[in-house]
T-cell receptor, first 114, second 112 residues
């Protein structure tokens, strides 16, 4: 079935460690996104990419890094520079060129810093 | 950045009751979307709106794109226990193609 797969679903990290969250889609979508979700704050955009080998910062990019080497993959690295990394992270993808704006989301990855 | 205010933040209702929630924006949007998120899952699209004044239904759900293009409403009729979850509005502006701004979410609890 087509969809977006995020892994791992749960991840624990010690302070000072970098961690990479995986996101893979087989929907043939051009654009991919990373959002962070905290209770009561909705979803905030971290990074997005509209084409392979290109990506743009969102509203809260500090302490995060991404790469887009393949159309299907958009991994997110949470670096030790991110001061409050404990959150629920959501990856999404969309078609470009239709103007619908609809995002398709993965099931999320919950990161906890110990 | 753009701000979306979503109200109410939470609702506790009895099964069978109707539900209304809304979002207002400080700027104009070209598209309004309503998503539902079940616990521990990613949001799923419920309704998408593309024209000012548009009224669209999806089963027991009805959403409207405000005339001013700065607000949107979602109504759920005859609620059932599986309606429980977090409902998000999201807007897309003219120069933010593919990027959505999300409201804070409405947490809905339905008592049987």
């Amino acid at each position: 079935d087509g969809g977006i797969t995020q892994s791992p679903k749960y991840l624990f990290r010690k302070e000072g460690q970098n961690v990479t969250l995986s996101c893979e889609q087989n929907l043939n979508h051009d654009a991919m996104y990373w959002y962070r979700q905290d209770p009561g704050q909705g979803l905030r955009l971290i990074y997005y990419s509209q084409i392979v080998n290109d990506f743009q910062k969102g509203d809260i990019a500090e302490g995060y890094s991404v790469s887009r080497e393949k159309k299907e993959s958009f991994p997110l690295t949470v670096t030790s520079a991110q001061k409050n990394p404990t959150a629920f992270y959501l990856c999404a993808s969309s078609i470009l060129g239709t103007g619908t704006g609809e995002l398709f989301f993965g099931e999320g990855s919950r990161l906890t810093v110990l | 950045g753009q701000q979306l205010n979503q109200n109410p933040q939470s609702m506790f209702i009895q099964e069978g009751e109707d539900v209304s929630m809304n979002c207002t924006s400080s700027s104009i949007f070209n598209t309004w979307l309503w998503y539902k998120q079940d616990p521990g899952e990613g949001p799923v699209l419920l309704i998408a709106l593309y024209k000012a004044g548009e009224l669209t239904s999806n089963g027991r759900l009805t959403a409207q794109f405000g005339i001013t293009r700065k607000d949107s409403f979602l109504n759920i009729s005859a609620s059932i226990p599986s309606d429980v979850g977090i409902y998000f509005c999201a807007g897309q502006g003219g120069t933010s193609y593919g990027k959505l701004t999300f409201g804070q979410g409405t947490i809905l609890t339905v008592h049987p």
